[in-house]
């Protein structure tokens, strides 16, 4: 019910206050997260929950299917933020698998304003169309590119001017792609793990 909102924030709040006396004051003078979680706005896949991190320790966007688009002001807001600003150490991104976002970009019906954004996850499966044509199966397919588009989406982290900053100032960076299973709960790493220059084409660096 949505009148239990604010009465379940109060309680959460003592809760947290019991167990860690001092909590929110210590919190509300400085966060220090050593991670950027970039992920699906898909209320199954609460980021800290998952991976059991408490306020403070996790930097979190998430959008429509978990992308990182070069012209979106807002992702790059908060990637330079995290970045230059708290300096996280990781990078995940998130994916998960059933993706209403990227099924929907596999098919034709006109829905709207979001076509224009899932039109970034349309290119990426006609990039990879022998690969997702071999998966006979519809859901089988999804899932194949709910994958695909995290390591997409890991290559474009490293394309952008924050991150390649970081490395070319020898800091430790590391993007990581993860796609989390909404019928069991469990994380797999994809292990695309990128950390310096070498992970990316040269085309694409700057400075
Ligand atoms: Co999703």
């Not at 991976?51 to 790059?76: K, S, Y």
Request: with cysteine; proline share 3%; net charge negative.
């Amino acid at each position: 019910m949505f009148d239990d909102l604010l009465n379940n924030n109060k309680a959460w709040a003592q809760r947290i206050e019991e167990q860690h006396p001092g909590f929110f004051k210590e919190l509300a003078a400085q966060q220090k997260p050593d991670y950027l979680w970039i992920g699906c706005s898909d209320s199954r896949v609460p980021a800290n929950e998952i991976v059991g991190l408490m306020p403070g320790e996790l930097f979190v966007h998430r959008n429509i299917a978990n992308m990182v688009l070069h012209t979106d002001l807002n992702c790059l807001s908060v990637l330079h933020y995290a970045v230059e600003v708290l300096k996280v150490k990781h990078i995940i991104v998130c994916g998960h698998y059933g993706c209403g976002g990227v099924r929907a970009s596999l098919g034709h019906d006109d829905l709207g304003l979001i076509d224009n954004w899932l039109r970034h996850l349309k290119d990426i499966a006609y990039a990879n169309n022998e690969i997702l044509s071999a998966e006979e199966d519809e859901d089988a397919r999804v899932d194949r590119f709910c994958e695909l588009n995290v390591i997409a989406q890991v290559s474009n982290v490293c394309k952008t001017k924050p991150v390649q900053r970081a490395w070319k100032a020898g800091r430790e960076l590391t993007i990581h792609g993860w796609i989390y299973g909404i019928e069991d709960g469990i994380i797999k790493d994809l292990k695309v793990d990128a950390k310096s220059f070498d992970c990316m084409p040269e085309l694409y660096r700057v400075g």
